[in-house]
């Protein structure tokens, strides 16, 4: 299982990177090789900056935004009151979703002439924003939705982390006189950190590599605004004339290697806090 789906698609990609391929040799083989020049072609490449940027802009608010909403809205529910699993349950919507259809929907709703978002603004006295087509806007509205298709999965899991807390420790925490903030800081949070670390591994992975989002709503633009590194390797690969597979897949490369660095990382840091 592990060599069909991980070994040799990660080998295939490699090579592909190291060749020059056209859609002729794609199909038939025989590219020649061509050692680290899509690499250097990459990083040579005006668009590398911009969209380094943009992926690390992008990934990092999104997880930030995501994990501190996530774990306010489970700390809210872990309170049982009434109708508390109705909301619970609607707020899993966005992630039940499939990603066209919130896309789309994002797409509508901030539109520059009909959109919802931009009449409400009018309906307040202020000026209309142009979300999608504005590059000083565009990657803050794909990061918006993004942000919100990414908070019921921090909810759902952080939620349960919650779950497992035994309410003996918070009785005892408030015998002591701790308030609800000190609770959350010194009992909550601790607690949780083992479940917050893969939360926010697992966010890392899913939200380096998001294109779908990005693609729908922006299409990485304009001007190359909202690009990051998913949509600049599907560009290379499949969104020109030309299709230029060696570099789309050394583009590719670079987004596995991040998410490898961060889950060495990981790794790293729980071997440190193991007794």
Do not use: C
Not at 73 to 92: G, I, K, M
Not at 126 to 154: K, Y
Not at 171 to 176: G, I, Q, V
């Amino acid at each position: 299982y592990l060599a069909a789906f991980y070994a040799w698609p990660l080998y295939r990609n490699l090579d592909l990177s190291l060749r020059e391929y056209t859609v002729r040799s794609f199909v038939q083989g025989g590219a020649p090789f061509s050692g680290f020049d899509n690499y250097a072609e990459v990083i040579t490449d005006p668009t590398f900056g911009p969209a380094l940027w943009h992926t690390v802009l992008f990934t990092g608010v999104s997880l930030i935004f995501q994990f501190t909403i996530g774990m306010a809205l489970a700390v809210f529910f872990v309170n049982h009151f009434p109708l508390s699993a109705t909301l619970r349950a609607l707020f899993l919507v966005p992630w039940l979703l499939p990603l066209i259809v919130s896309a789309s929907t994002w797409s509508w709703m901030l539109n520059s002439d009909s959109g919802i978002v931009n009449a409400l603004l009018e309906g307040i006295g202020l000026t209309p924003v142009n979300w999608l087509t504005s590059p000083d806007w565009a990657l803050t509205s794909v990061i918006i939705a993004n942000i919100w298709i990414g908070i019921p999965f921090n909810l759902v899991v952080l939620y349960s982390g919650l779950q497992a807390i035994p309410a003996d420790i918070y009785e005892a925490a408030a015998l002591d006189g701790a308030t609800g903030w000190q609770r959350f800081r010194r009992v909550t949070f601790p607690l949780l950190r083992p479940v917050s670390a893969i939360v926010l591994l697992l966010g890392l992975v899913y939200t380096l590599k998001v294109f779908d989002i990005i693609w729908i709503m922006t299409r990485g633009g304009p001007t190359d605004a909202s690009t990051t590194f998913a949509t600049w390797s599907y560009r290379f690969s499949f969104g020109n004339l030309l299709p230029q597979f060696g570099p789309g897949a050394a583009v590719g490369n670079l987004l596995i290697v991040m998410a490898l660095i961060f889950g060495l990382l990981y790794i790293r840091i729980q071997r440190r806090q193991q007794p």
